[in-house]
């Protein structure tokens, strides 16, 4: 295990940071090592570059994106290398019906950027700007267009993939790893960039594909039209957590009943909101992270500002979490566990049962043989 100071010499040809202080994630409700040593890097060959290092080196990588995941598995410890994907911004148009998006670039800034030549991204995340393409696809991804267009894989032709051993690879939609890489946190390789469908504005009048053009992440962050909106004004006073199940139509009414249950039971956890409910249209196979069967479904959930502090908040959260854990089990749902407040890896085994937990081991084995990618989180370090 190297030290912080250790891995900045290690990667000195990658321009690394030592960073004193430690970062925290969306909801506030854990915090990475006081120490850790961080790189960004600035294209997919430079990316593949450093991990192939990780990789003969034994270093353990962790991934960020924007940090709104809320179960802390983008949090590096003090002898984990972490790899921001914040320079890997840039948004291309190259092949017709398609923009190609770097993993970092937020994924509201690309509906912005496409949107100004005609097009949209059909299902980015509610709320307000936040998650990185990638980090869309490391959690699996829904929204308000998920009603008409279906859940943020069904929308996305291929991912360019750097593997735990430094390997640059494009999985096409059709290739038999493409569906384990929604709701996979990372664990099968980093994506380094996306190329996701577009629709037009204007169905009726839709517009010449624009080949060639696209935005920088420099141009994006310089220009205040391009940069989608922040939380409003009483929201960044809050700390706002989710809990969400996906449940079939057939389960809605008796999953909205258990989540009741869970709230009068936790009363004083949350200043609990009017549950969300998002139906997830289904047109090609559903990812087996996510989602146990090939049927639309709908995600429902629980949400509000956190009451306690963190600290006093950390033993009911994880008990809310179970209880929501066990009601999943029983539904035969899923929770959406991938980015929402999670606190060991039993819960992963639970909701994705013991047949996909297995085979998301076994894939792992090949993607990532020294197992240096996001440890401790999903499987145990
Ligand atoms: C305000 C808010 C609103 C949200 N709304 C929605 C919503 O409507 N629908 C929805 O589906 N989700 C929603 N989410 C959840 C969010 O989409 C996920 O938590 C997503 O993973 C966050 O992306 P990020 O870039 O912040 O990733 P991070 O929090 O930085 O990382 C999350 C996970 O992804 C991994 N990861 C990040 N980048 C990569 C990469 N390049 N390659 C491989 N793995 C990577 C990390 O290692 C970590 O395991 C919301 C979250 C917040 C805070």
Request: with cysteine; proline share 7%.
């Amino acid at each position: 295990m190297q030290r912080p100071q250790q891995l900045r010499e290690l990667f000195s040809a990658f321009a690394p940071r030592v960073i004193s202080g430690s970062i925290s994630h969306y909801g506030g409700l854990r915090q990475s090592a006081e120490t850790f040593c961080e790189i960004a890097p600035a294209s997919s060959a430079e990316l593949a570059d450093v991990i192939g290092t990780a990789h003969r080196h034994g270093v353990p990588v962790r991934i960020r994106g924007q940090g709104h995941g809320l179960n802390g598995a983008s949090l590096p410890g003090a002898h984990e290398l972490l790899l921001r994907t914040e320079r890997l911004g840039d948004v291309r148009f190259e092949a017709e019906g398609t923009v190609t998006a770097g993993a970092g670039a937020v994924l509201w800034d690309v509906r912005n950027v496409v949107e100004r030549h005609g097009f949209t991204v059909p299902v980015v995340n509610d709320g307000h700007a936040g998650p990185s393409v990638a980090g869309f696809v490391a959690a699996g991804g829904f929204g308000p267009g998920s009603r008409l267009h279906g859940g943020f894989w069904e929308n996305v032709a291929a991912v360019t993939l750097v593997d735990g051993a430094g390997q640059l690879r494009r999985v096409d939609r059709d290739d038999a790893l493409f569906p384990w890489l929604f709701g996979a946190m990372g664990q099968l390789g980093i994506v380094a960039e996306a190329t996701l469908e577009l629709i037009p504005l204007d169905s009726a009048d839709p517009p010449p594909y624009p080949m060639g053009a696209g935005a920088t992440r420099e141009l994006i962050a310089a220009s205040p039209e391009l940069k989608g909106p922040g939380p409003d004004e009483s929201e960044r006073d809050e700390q706002l957590l989710w809990f969400t199940l996906f449940t079939p139509g057939k389960r809605l009414a008796v999953a909205q009943a258990r989540l009741a249950a869970l709230e009068a039971s936790h009363a004083g956890l949350l200043d609990y909101r009017r549950r969300y409910v998002y139906p997830i249209r289904q047109r090609r196979p559903v990812p087996p992270l996510i989602y146990p069967r090939d049927e639309p479904f709908f995600a429902i959930g629980s949400w509000g500002a956190l009451s306690l502090s963190p600290g006093a908040a950390a033993d009911p959260l994880r008990a809310y979490a179970e209880e929501l854990t066990r009601h999943a089990v029983e539904l035969g749902c899923r929770r959406y566990i991938q980015s929402e407040a999670t606190w060991d890896v039993d819960a992963y085994r639970a909701c994705f049962g013991d047949e996909t937990y297995e085979a998301l081991r076994n894939l792992k084995a090949q993607q990532d043989p020294a197992r240096i990618l996001n440890r401790g989180a999903v499987f145990d370090p």
